[in-house]
C-alpha cells in the first residue's frame, strides 16, 4: 500500500476565489521563450515507490489495489470533468488544473526548477486531479476563458481551484481568462 491518502483538497469557497481573482494581475498573455514541460520536473517520488501521478490515483479512486511498485492495478475513479467512471487507471491522465505552459505563460518562466517542480507535484492545494485521459487531452494547455469544464455542475469547483492556485503561485491571468472565471464565480 501507498502512502496515507487523503481527498483531494477541497478549493476555497466562491467568495474567497471572487477575492483572489480581483487581486490578481492582468497580463495579455504570451509564451515566453525556452517552454519544455521537462522543465517542471513531475511524478516526483513522494514516499517508497510512490511517485506523485500514483498517490493522486489512489487519492481519487475507490477501492484501490496497487502491486509493489506502487501502481493502481484495480479500482474505480469517477472523472469529474465528464461524469464518466473508469475501472482501468489508464484510462485516466493527471490533471494539472493549472496547465504547466499555462503556468510558464503567467509567470512560472522566472521561476527556479524546485519552483516548477512543487508546482508540478502540488498535492496541498486543488492543483492535481485524475480526470479521462481524452477531456484531459482536449483541454491541453488552455485558460478558461477558451476551455471550460465539459460538465457545468463542477464549473463552479474547477473555477475556485484555478484561482486558488493561481494566487498561490502569484501566477498572472490574462482579460479573456479574468473574465470567463468570474462569470463562473458570479454564479456560484
Request: aromatic residues 8%; negative net charge; contains cysteine.
Amino acid at each position: 500500500m501507498g502512502p496515507a491518502v487523503r481527498a483531494m483538497p477541497n478549493p476555497v469557497d466562491a467568495a474567497t476565489a471572487r477575492g483572489q481573482l480581483a487581486q490578481l494581475t492582468v497580463v495579455e498573455e504570451v509564451t515566453p521563450p525556452g517552454y519544455s514541460r521537462t522543465k517542471f520536473p513531475h511524478w516526483t517520488t513522494q514516499a517508497g515507490t510512490c511517485d506523485t501521478r500514483e498517490v493522486v490515483l489512489h487519492r481519487d479512486g475507490q477501492d484501490v489495489t496497487q502491486n509493489a511498485a506502487c501502481q493502481a492495478v484495480a479500482g474505480t475513479w469517477y472523472s469529474e470533468y465528464d461524469g464518466a467512471t473508469w475501472p482501468d487507471a489508464s484510462d485516466l491522465d493527471i490533471d494539472h488544473v493549472v496547465p504547466l505552459k499555462e503556468a510558464w505563460r503567467s509567470g512560472a518562466d522566472v521561476w527556479t526548477t524546485a519552483q516548477r517542480q512543487g508546482f508540478a507535484n502540488d498535492l496541498t492545494r486543488p492543483q492535481l486531479i485524475a480526470v479521462t485521459d481524452n477531456i484531459n487531452q482536449g483541454k491541453g494547455d488552455k485558460d478558461p476563458g477558451k476551455w471550460m469544464v465539459p460538465l457545468a455542475s463542477y464549473r463552479c469547483a474547477h473555477s475556485r481551484a484555478w484561482v486558488q492556485v493561481k494566487d498561490y503561485y502569484n501566477l498572472s491571468v490574462d482579460s479573456a481568462e479574468k473574465a470567463a472565471l468570474g462569470g463562473i464565480l458570479n454564479s456560484c
